[in-house]
């Protein structure tokens, strides 16, 4: 819960952030690997069992993961990857050296020479990459893990979906529902006062897929405003299969919605900032909830359905 956040019934108030997924080829990639191959003229007759581990020489001395081209060399010889020589400032964590713009060709013969499985194999990827574009895929691929989508707190589990529903119920406490129509009822005291706000998340099981419905209280600019949208635990390309519709009513006043669900590979701070959903501005929320300016109440019904 973040600072100054206040319960009422269901309600959870919070900012939320994501860890971004930085990827990387680690040496138990290389070391488990089956389909090492040796660099001819380095270590023996190609084909033949290196004499020295490959991984050893690959192997950044600073963020100790495995090197791709290009690979930088002090003059004394020591090697580390691209991105770790912009942190160390030109100087060399061996030796202290001045790094200058040496290239280490060799290594980077090694290094085009591999032939690896994907790091996210143990999900599903059975794609064998030079190792030079390993990396590349790596950050599309389709099996990678998910970002936990919970938006209550800085949660930085990542997992598959049947990995994440758990952690939501078990750690979360995420309430779960089964069917693809949906009630819910918001409640705010205060309503005058729109902090930066998260509602409980709540997830819905439905054509065996999961959907994450959010609801936030927020500015745009100026503007308080209250936000309710949906996700789906699953890539994009499968989110665009499912259609589903909001609608706020009360008073005599209806307000709805329709849309294609987020994939949760895009963050839920994304979507908010998007302002992809139902977005009901505050003077409206109050209308809906009878012209109590002391307590907010909507409500909120949904239906999610399969596009043929």
Known sequence: ????????????????????????????????????????????????????????????????????????????????????????????????????????????????????????????????????????????????????????AECSVTGDIQFLMMHLKNDHKVDMHDGSTFNHRYVKSNPQEVENATWMLTIFNCFGR??????????????????AFLRFMGDDDEAKQFTYSLEVSGSGRKLTWQGIPRSIRDSHRKVRDSQDGLIIQRNLALFFSGGNRQELKLKVAGRIWKEH
């Open 210 to 227: 999961q959907f994450c419905l959010h609801f936030e209280a927020f500015h745009i600019g100026t503007a308080p405003v209250y936000m």
């Open 1 to 152: 819960m973040s600072p100054g956040g206040r319960f009422f019934e269901d309600v959870a108030e919070s900012h939320v952030a994501f860890a971004d997924s930085d990827v990387a080829t680690s040496t138990a990639d290389l070391r488990a690997s089956p389909f090492r191959k040796a660099a001819p003229g380095l270590f023996g007759n190609p084909g033949m069992p290196p004499n020295s581990n490959v991984h050893d020489l690959l192997e950044c001395p600073v963020c100790m993961n495995l090197m791709c081209p290009p690979i930088h060399q002090c003059p004394n010889g020591h090697t580390l990857c691209s991105s770790c020589k912009v942190r160390v400032h030109n100087c060399c964590p061996t030796c202290r050296n001045e790094l200058g713009n040496i290239r280490c060709l060799a290594l980077e013969k090694v290094a085009e020479s591999l032939d690896l499985p994907c790091r996210h194999q143990i999900y599903g990827c059975q794609d064998i990459f030079p190792y030079y574009s390993k990396l590349k895929h790596e950050k599309t691929c389709k099996y990678r893990p998910y970002s936990c989508p919970y938006a209550g």
